[in-house]
């Protein structure tokens, strides 16, 4: 069970093979083909955010693809967090 001060961060978010009705949130410009969760990671720990990693999670949209999320601590906005994840993969 997620706090409500965490948010949580799929791939998918981040993945400029998906749609946005498919679960992309940033521009196709920001994003990266198939971004693997060991990559956001190392975006999230370069903002020093502090979080924990879920490997064998589903996303919802998805539920046939474990590939994990990472729960980080909400200290923003979730629009202005993934927006520096994504400029920084």
Known sequence: ?????????????????KT????????RKLAKPHPALEMIEKAVKSLQIPYRV????????????KRGLILIKKVKSKNKILKEIASNL
């Open 1 to 17: 069970m997620r706090n409500r001060d965490e948010i949580a961060l799929w791939p998918v978010y981040f993945d400029s093979t």
């Open 20 to 27: 946005r009705s498919k679960g992309r949130k940033v521009s």
């Open 54 to 65: 879920v490997p064998n999670a589903a996303h919802p949209r998805l539920p046939w693809e």
